[in-house]
């Protein structure tokens, strides 16, 4: 029986991959080092520094271990400052509603995120008001694909995994899911988010009417 539903934050509750990708832009650039949309793919629901990795391979550049995290660090500067133009305006469509729904309804709803900035995300939304538990970078160590971070929210919330559904727009984060013992939900193509149990093209489709239709009787 479902009771309680985690959130991935960027790509489900809101778009960031835009700002994350300026950012990972500008510091490509300062770099010298080539970016592009296709490799910023390739970094969603993927943690900061797994994510550095990915670009610094993809350039073939040697960097110490020192430098890959202070240039991390100029990222998210860059990141951080971005997030002030963040309003209210900026759900994805259907994410408020559906979170507002949630709340009516007496279900338990825990944020299940990668990011470090998670706090301040909600915060621009005026959104930590539908969340029991924040699950974020700062946690667990281990990040998708590893289920640590859905796990987390799911004690927190003091509830098994079976019991919970997972809301996810990375092929990471549907494997943390599916590693975990939970219910996914993917947001997205099915290229990438395919293996979840249901699958909506965007949030917008991806209703509580439409995931109680979807799970039948696990909602009875
Ligand atoms: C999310 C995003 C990733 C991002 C990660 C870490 O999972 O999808 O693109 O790299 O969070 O975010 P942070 O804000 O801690 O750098
Ligand atoms: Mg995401």
Request: hydrophobic share 40%; with cysteine.
């Amino acid at each position: 029986m479902i009771k309680g539903f985690i959130f991935d934050l960027d790509g489900v509750i809101t778009d960031t991959a835009e700002l994350h990708f300026q950012a990972w832009k500008k510091l490509s650039d300062d770099m010298g080092w080539q970016f592009d949309r296709e490799v910023n793919e390739r970094l969603r629901g993927v943690s900061r520094m797994d994510s550095i990795n990915i670009i610094r391979e993809h350039n073939n550049a040697e960097v110490s271990e020192e430098k890959l995290l202070e240039l991390a660090t100029l990222k998210n500067d860059i990141y951080v400052a971005s997030l002030d133009q963040m309003t209210p305006d900026d759900y994805l469509p259907g994410a408020q509603e559906l979170l507002t729904l949630l709340r009516q309804e007496g279900f338990l709803v825990a944020l299940g995120s990668a990011s470090k900035n998670s706090n301040k995300v909600l915060k621009q939304l005026g959104a930590t008001k539908f969340f029991d538990v924040i699950g974020d970078g700062n946690s667990v160590s281990k990040s998708k694909p590893a289920p640590d971070i859905f796990l987390f929210g799911a004690e927190q919330l003091k509830l098994k995994p079976e019991q919970c559904i997972v809301y996810e727009d990375a092929e990471a984060g549907v494997d943390a899911a599916k590693a975990g013992g939970f219910y996914s939900v993917g947001i997205g193509p099915e290229e990438r988010v395919g293996h979840a149990d249901v699958r909506f093209e965007t949030m917008k489709e991806a209703t509580l009417f439409e995931v109680k239709s979807a799970f039948g009787e696990l909602f009875d």
